[in-house]
């Protein structure tokens, strides 16, 4: 059994976690982690269905993404994302 992740508490620390090899993740779930680092909003916004069309993997591949990144389950993880936009964007979280 593998060690827990860690949550990053930004997408610098995401990042930096990826760029270091903190994290390794499975070609697919690769592919999810890339989608989000390039484009945060498809994550931000997305379901775990338009990310996997998105992605060309299965639902459970963007789930099992989500939880190898650190997050708790994937609503942990889109809404880093969301926050992530908030905080870029200027706009106030409610």
Request: proline share 3%; charged share 25%; glycine share 8%.
């Amino acid at each position: 059994m593998r060690e827990a992740i860690k949550r990053p508490n930004d997408l610098s620390e995401l990042k930096g976690m990826i760029a270091s090899r903190t994290i390794t993740l499975p070609e697919q779930q690769e592919q999810v982690a890339r989608m989000a680092l390039a484009k945060p909003e498809v994550i931000a916004f997305g379901t775990v269905g338009s990310i996997a069309a998105k992605c060309s993997v299965s639902a459970s591949t963007v789930v099992r993404a989500a939880t190898g990144l650190g997050f708790t389950d994937f609503r942990d993880f889109r809404g880093f994302f969301r926050l992530h936009l908030r905080k870029a964007t200027g706009l106030k979280a409610d």
